[in-house]
C-alpha cells in the first residue's frame, strides 16, 4: 500500500492488517483517512479497533461459500456443547477439602482452543484476493502519475 | 420512537443507501449522515463492509476524484432499489396506520 505514513495508533494498523489483501487495495487509504478524522472527533481508539475487527471477521467470512460457512458454525457448535459438557457434567474428582476440585483445566483448554485456532488458522490462510480487483479510478490515476 | 429504536428496524445497508440518496459521499461523511438519519454510530470496518457489498451488487459506484476521500454515489439500479425500498415501506406504514385508525 503506497499511503503515507500515519499517526493512527498501532492497535488500529493492527485491526487493518486483519483484512484480506483486497479490502486493503480497495479500502485501506479510505479507512485511514476516515479514522483519522474519527479520532480527531473523539471517538475512542478501542472502540474504532473493536469495529474494525469485528468487520474483519465479518468480510472474511462473507467471501466464504455458504457451505463451508455452515459447516465452520456447526463445528463450532458442536464444539462449545462439548465445552459446556465438559464443565457441567463430567464429574471432577472430589477435593481433599471436601468440596469439588478445579475443573480438568488442561483438557478445557485443548477442547476450547483447539476450535479456535483452525477457525483462525482458516480466516487467514483463506486467500481472496481476486475479489475487487478495481481500485478508484482517481487511485489509478494518481499512482499512473 | 426515538432514532436509537428506528436503527433496529431500519437496513443497515438501506441506510447507507438513503445517505447516499442526497448525492455522492465519502467514507467519513457518511458515518456522520447515519447517525444524524437514524442514531446509529457506526464505525469504518462496518460502513466499508456494506460498501463492499453494495458496491459487488451493483446498487452503488465510485465516483473519481482528486481527493484523498474517494466519493461513492447510488448507481441506476441503486437508485429503482431505493425506490422500490421505500414504496415498500410506505405500504407497510399506510397498512400500519389503517390497522391502529390512525388518521
Known amino acids: ?145 | 420512537m426515538s432514532k436509537r429504536a428506528i436503527s433496529g428496524f431500519v437496513s443497515r445497508r438501506l441506510l447507507v443507501l438513503t445517505a447516499l440518496a442526497g448525492g455522492p459521499s465519502h467514507g467519513y461523511a457518511l458515518i456522520n449522515e447515519i447517525e444524524h438519519l437514524s442514531g446509529t454510530r457506526i464505525g469504518p470496518g462496518t460502513l466499508y463492509g456494506l460498501l463492499a457489498d453494495l458496491e459487488q451488487s451493483g446498487l452503488i459506484e465510485e465516483v473519481p476524484s482528486e481527493s484523498r476521500r474517494c466519493p461513492f454515489q447510488l448507481t441506476a439500479s441503486g437508485r429503482a432499489f431505493l425506490i422500490e425500498k421505500l414504496n415498500e415501506a410506505d405500504r407497510l406504514v399506510a397498512i400500519g396506520r389503517q390497522r391502529l385508525a390512525i388518521p
Open chain 1, 1 to 145: 500500500m503506497a499511503s503515507e505514513p500515519r499517526q493512527l495508533g498501532r492497535m488500529l494498523q493492527v485491526a487493518l492488517r486483519v483484512y484480506p489483501k483486497w479490502w486493503r487495495d480497495r479500502f485501506e487509504e479510505y479507512a485511514n483517512e476516515d479514522l483519522e478524522s474519527l479520532l480527531a472527533d473523539g471517538r475512542m481508539p478501542l472502540a474504532l479497533a473493536a469495529n474494525l475487527a469485528f468487520g474483519a471477521v465479518s468480510v472474511r467470512l462473507s467471501r466464504w461459500s455458504t457451505d463451508l460457512r455452515r459447516s465452520i458454525v456447526g463445528l463450532a457448535v458442536l464444539m462449545l456443547t462439548l465445552v459446556a459438557f465438559q464443565t457441567v457434567h463430567v464429574a471432577t474428582p472430589s477435593s481433599p477439602y471436601g468440596g469439588a476440585a478445579a475443573p480438568q483445566n488442561s483438557q478445557f483448554a485443548v477442547v476450547a482452543v483447539c476450535p479456535m485456532g483452525a477457525g483462525t488458522t482458516l480466516m487467514i490462510s483463506h486467500r481472496t484476493a481476486d475479489h475487487f480487483p478495481a481500485i478508484c479510478p482517481s487511485r489509478n490515476n494518481r499512482r499512473s502519475s
